[in-house]
């Protein structure tokens, strides 16, 4: 018996993404069908190469076409990815390449929100994506720093009669931060809009490109920077960065409000806590909850927003950031896999917001 096309097709109809409930046919994932005998091939197009689903959705559509088609068939899955976006297809030029905007807040400082976006960035650049990293911590960016990159000045270079900056590269990401342009001795003493200023600057003078996904580090807390983002470019989502400890988490609720609040409505991906436990390196089963255990998971719960990581307290977090090279870089680190399995999880709500929300807008605030 010759097998076609049209029932590898329909066989493929029985699998469902696990994420958008709807089978990988329907959702135009599959293309390049070829039967040659009982030599079957086709691929999966995920919604993001850091997809933590590939090898589910691999065995699953084997098993389907041994189901409904043949037990006897030698079934090959190649699976690529086409990243998901929601921009406003009649969207302006400001990150036109852009597909999503990702901010990473706190509602407090001190909560290691700058490390997380760092090692965000390059977990997701490590996973196949295009990726690009703006330090918005306007009063302390420290991604400089944590990317070896103290002292760097970009490039300027002229795209269609406009002067536009070449954002540093370090690690396969894209990076700019108001560090590259100002004392690292000198206190910035800006009142907001000159804060604000800037941040349009980093989105509007820059040439970024093709991205997949861009990073902001915000600054701690609620106030004229988050208001200037959300004003300015259409965010995709947030991420909300705390750590277990309950006066961090009063803060970290107040951050997500503000987002979900009506006038600004940026969806929440989720919550990122840090500093989970303390592990130790000589004890590395160990773990001390030095901070509360679990905050942000009940918090989560509360809120009615996943919970995307937990990332522990581990020395070496610290002296890879201050060396230069985020922890996410070292392939040997149990923690990398953290940061990994979080870029992960972030992708995923990326591509489940796109798929079930509206096209992301740009905030337009109205005074009274």
């Not at 760092?118 to 991604?143: M, T």
């Not at 929440?268 to 905050?295: A, C, H, Q, R």
């Amino acid at each position: 018996m010759a097998y076609t096309n049209e029932q590898v097709l329909d066989a493929l109809k029985h699998v469902i993404e696990p994420d958008l409930k709807k089978d990988l046919v329907t959702l135009n994932m599959i293309s390049d069908v070829k039967v040659e005998g009982k030599e079957i091939s086709f691929t999966v197009i995920l919604t993001t190469p850091a997809c933590p689903l590939k090898e589910s959705i691999k065995r699953a559509c084997i098993e389907a076409v041994h189901e409904y088609v043949g037990n006897d068939t030698n079934v090959t899955v190649n699976l690529t990815s086409k990243v998901t976006s929601k921009r406003p297809k009649d969207t302006e030029e400001i990150l036109k390449g852009v597909k999503n905007i990702i901010a990473v807040a706190s509602g407090k400082g001190g909560v290691g929100k700058s490390t997380v976006a760092a090692n965000l960035a390059v977990a997701l650049a490590k996973l196949g994506s295009k990726v690009g990293l703006i330090d918005a911590d306007i009063y302390g960016p420290s991604v400089p720093v944590m990317f070896g990159l103290e002292g760097a000045k970009p490039d300027v270079v002229e795209i269609n009669g406009s002067p536009k900056m070449v954002p540093m590269e370090k690690f396969g990401i894209k990076i700019l931060s108001i560090g590259f342009f100002v004392d690292p001795d000198q206190a910035l003493v800006w009142r907001g809009p000159m804060a604000s200023s800037a941040l349009s600057q980093l989105f509007k003078d820059a040439d970024w490109g093709e991205l997949d996904y861009l990073v902001i580090d915000m600054p701690p807390g609620t106030g004229d920077i988050h208001l200037t983002l959300v004003q300015t470019v259409p965010v995709t989502g947030v991420a909300i960065v705390s750590t277990p400890q309950k006066v961090a988490l009063a803060d970290a609720r107040k951050g997500v409000s503000m987002f979900k609040q009506e006038s600004i409505n940026v969806p929440v991906l989720g919550l990122i806590e840090n500093m989970s436990w303390f592990t130790p390196e000589e004890l590395p089963e160990n773990k001390y909850f030095i901070f509360g255990k679990d905050g942000c998971k009940k918090l989560a719960e509360e809120m009615n927003v996943p919970l995307l990581g937990q990332i522990p307290l581990v020395q070496s977090i610290r002296e890879s950031g201050d060396a230069g090279s985020p922890i996410a870089m070292d392939e040997k680190s149990p923690v990398s896999k953290a940061f990994m399995e979080l870029a992960q999880k972030l992708a995923q709500q990326v591509a489940i917001r796109n798929a079930t929300m509206e096209a992301t807008k740009k905030v337009e605030m109205i005074t009274k």
